[in-house]
Each structure stands twice: as structure tokens, then as C-alpha cells.
């Protein structure tokens, strides 16, 4: 059983967008998404839609590396990420 | 002084000026929030009705944003609270009444006269405290039945605690919604304050009547357009033996993939392909096509 395999995503935001504005997304939007200030950028390795670690992203050698800060959930209060949406058609203005 | 962390609300003061990541909330779900709680307020003057000075009852306030440390910072040894987590969520919160208000209700309880300047008291004895804790645990009912009504989730895991730092459930830069009751007029000193995750503003279902000749109006459209979607913004996934999953530990670190194949996904459900570029700090997800990619991608 132990050798089954399960599949783990590496989850680099998670936010919360109204319906509205998610069917309305068009190729060239940017979603803008920045941790709260003091607050260290983490990616969240999810299992079935759980957390099963949070990791701390760095930029090393032009690679992405997470290193694993902690088993589990985030605590409390950091569940969604904040974010802005920045639509193309309004940028080209 | 006692109970400065919920002393000196006025509602002019729910004015502040911008910060980068305070939450916003929507004029309609403020509203239904209010309604919550203003009906939560109720439920609380009933249920503590013994407890409350004759003919007094508890005022909802209103509602705001606030950061913990600012509210941890002012904390003081005579509030008492109760700390919660809303069941099936990481959200959490917690439930602070003033230290003249729980000397009230310990005074009423108990049957003694008020002992005048409140601030010359000395701290609430154990026995004191249980009274105390009881009503919370009371106020803590109601309000669980008021958010399981509203959507947001029954409360779990409740327990005591003498300060906020000791919490455990947020750090201090955390925003929370933080509501505000009073006891007797604007000015009292007799206050409550309900504090949570801001996250919960996302789970209250909004309210919206539809007649049924208006079926198909503007009306369901804009509650559908409302509805919050927990998305996800995934670099990529591996297939890993639940072996190695388990022997995960801090320190451990992965190489990710660089974003060229991103996408973002509604739970395990792909809504489409994103391009995500990393500066350090933010995350910049730029969409890259609509629609929903074929399984497996």
C-alpha cells in the first residue's frame, strides 16, 4: 500500500475570485498576487485538495526550489492570498 | 486600563487610511454580515438576559478590518476570551469581552453591588473567571448557530484564553473582520468584540430574494457573478509513492517546475493554462487561453 501513489501539486497561490470575474478571464490577464507584507512567499504541496506542507519559494540558479518550513496546514489566517487583476484591454490604454 | 483594546470605538473611526492589504468587502455582503450579527446580538441579550443589568440589552456596532497586532498590542489582563475555529475550515477567531463587562456579569450573577471604580479592582478569581467563561461558552453557542445559518460553519475546538498573543491562530500581520458590541450607551465600557479570519467574508452566503416573475433577470445573474470560487494557481503536480509523501520533513527542499505550464484549477477541476512568472516576491499569473482544458493536461 505504501508503494501506491498519490498525486501532489505544487500550489503556489490560492485565492478566492468571485464566479463573475473568473468566467470573464481573457488570455493576456494577469492576475497580480503578492503575500502579506512580512509575510514570506510559500508554495503549498496539496494532496486531493488538502495541504500536506508549506515550503518557502527562493530563486536559486535560475530554478524555482521550495524548502519545506512546515508539515500540514498554514496556520489560521492564511488561507486565501490577496490579488489584483489587471486586464489586458485596460493596460493597453 | 481595563478593556483598552475594545474601548473607543466610534463608528466615525471606521475610516482609516489605505493599507496595501486590507480586505475589501462588497456593499451587499457587508450588509448580510451586519444582519448576522445584528440578529446575533439579539440572541445574545436573550440568552444572558440573567446575567445583564435590568433592562439592558447588547448592541451590534459594527464591522471593520484590523490587523491582530494592533489588537494584541492593546490587549489587556482584565478582557477575557474564547478562541474558536470554524469546523471543516483553517478559519479561527475569537471572542474578547471587556474586563467592565465581565465584572458586570460576575456582580449580577452573583448578586453584589458594584463596586464603583472598576479600575481599582483586582483580577477576576477563578471562581469569578468559571462565571465568566460560562457566559462565553453561551455566547459562543449562539453565535455558532448563527454561522452554520449564514454559511460560514459551525465552531469547533473552543477554548479559553487569558490573552490574545496566546492564541496561536494568527501572527500579527493578519487582517481580521472584527465586530463590535456594546453594552448601554455609546461611551460604555461594557463591550464585546468578535474577531475572526477575514477569510469568513467569503463564506457568508448572500441573501438575494428573486421573485418568480423575475426568473432569469439581471438579478440571478449578479448573485451567480458573486459567488466566491477558491482557485488554485498550481505549477505542476507530480505522481510521488505515498512512501516518499511520508517521509517529507522541513528543511526538505524540491526543485519546481518554471511556470511556462501552469494553470489554474477550481479544487481538482483545470479552468485553463497559465503563464506564471516569480519576481521574489509576487506572483504573476497571465492567463493564456479561457475555457477548461481537456482532462489530464
Given amino acids: 500500500m505504501r508503494k501506491a501513489r498519490v498525486e501532489l501539486s505544487a500550489v503556489l497561490s490560492r485565492l478566492t475570485v468571485p464566479m463573475g470575474i473568473l468566467a470573464a478571464l481573457q488570455p493576456g490577464d494577469r492576475l497580480e498576487v503578492e503575500p502579506p507584507i512580512g509575510a514570506d512567499p510559500i508554495v503549498r504541496l496539496v494532496v486531493d485538495g488538502k495541504t500536506v506542507a508549506v515550503a518557502a519559494v527562493s530563486e536559486r540558479d535560475g530554478r524555482l526550489l521550495a524548502t519545506i518550513v512546515r508539515l500540514g496546514s498554514e496556520p489560521g489566517g492564511r488561507n486565501s492570498d490577496e490579488w489584483q487583476l489587471r486586464k489586458k484591454a485596460a493596460e493597453a490604454e | ?297
Avoid at chain 2, 497586532?69 to 478582557?79: F, H, I, K, R
Avoid at chain 2, 470560487?229 to 498550481?234: A, F, H, K, P, R
Wanted: net charge negative.
Fill in chain 2, 1 to 297: 486600563m481595563a478593556s483598552a483594546v475594545i474601548d473607543g470605538y466610534t463608528p466615525e473611526r471606521g475610516e482609516s487610511k489605505y493599507e496595501l492589504w486590507r480586505p475589501i468587502i462588497r456593499a451587499q455582503r457587508r450588509a448580510t454580515l451586519e444582519r448576522v450579527h445584528q440578529n446575533l446580538a439579539k440572541d445574545w441579550s436573550q440568552r444572558l438576559s440573567e446575567l445583564l443589568p435590568q433592562g439592558e440589552r447588547i448592541e451590534f456596532e459594527g464591522l471593520g478590518f484590523e490587523s491582530f497586532g494592533n489588537l494584541s498590542e492593546t490587549d489587556s489582563a482584565d478582557c477575557q476570551s474564547a478562541v474558536f475555529t470554524i469546523k471543516e475550515t483553517e478559519f479561527g477567531g475569537f471572542l474578547l469581552v471587556s474586563g467592565e463587562l465581565a465584572r458586570s456579569l460576575v456582580e449580577t450573577r452573583l448578586g453584589v453591588a458594584s463596586g464603583g471604580d472598576r479600575d481599582q479592582r483586582i483580577s477576576l478569581t477563578r471562581i469569578e473567571r468559571a462565571i465568566v467563561h460560562e457566559a462565553l461558552n453561551g455566547m459562543l453557542a449562539s453565535l455558532s448557530d448563527s454561522y452554520h445559518a449564514a454559511g460560514i460553519g459551525s465552531l469547533a475546538v473552543i477554548r479559553h484564553s487569558e490573552r490574545l498573543k496566546d492564541t496561536l491562530l494568527f501572527v500579527p500581520q493578519d487582517y481580521l473582520v472584527v465586530l463590535r458590541f456594546r453594552l448601554g450607551p455609546p461611551a460604555s465600557p461594557m463591550r464585546v468584540m468578535l474577531a475572526a479570519s477575514s477569510s469568513i467574508i467569503n463564506a457568508v452566503r448572500d441573501v438575494v430574494v428573486v421573485n418568480g416573475d423575475h426568473r432569469g433577470s439581471s438579478q440571478i445573474h449578479d448573485a451567480a457573478a458573486a459567488v466566491p470560487v477558491e482557485v488554485d494557481i498550481v505549477l505542476g503536480t507530480w505522481s510521488v509513492p505515498i512512501d516518499d509523501l511520508l517521509a517529507l520533513k522541513p528543511g526538505d527542499s524540491i526543485v519546481l517546475p518554471d511556470g511556462t505550464d501552469a494553470w489554474i484549477a477550481a479544487r481538482t477541476v483545470r479552468l485553463g493554462p497559465v503563464q506564471v512568472e516569480f519576481d521574489g516576491r509576487r506572483v504573476l499569473a497571465e492567463v493564456k487561453r479561457r475555457g477548461r482544458s481537456n482532462a489530464g493536461d
